[in-house]
């Protein structure tokens, strides 16, 4: 995750964007992935953008600074939103 992907992220939690588990985004809160994705106007969202414009890998393994368990960054993304329920400003600090 690059520095602009942790300033999405800063920026979302800053405008008390609501935050999702499990899904992308609901109409109204979206999940850590979803803020990247633009998934409020899914029309805008490209899933390439995750690795060419914020830097997420869907290949390279990183540990998880909670649980130290290796993921897939996309993955890590979801799970620390998911299952150690980081909010968006966690996630901005945390993700290695
Ligand atoms: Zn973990």
Redo the contacts with the bound molecule.
Sequence with gaps: MNEAAREKLIRAQMAGVEQVKGRLGDGKALCAIGVLLNWENWRMAHWKDLETRWGVSFSQAVP?P????RRREANLIA??ND??EFDFLTIARKMP
């Design positions: 998880c909670e649980c130290g368990e799970h620390l299952e150690h």
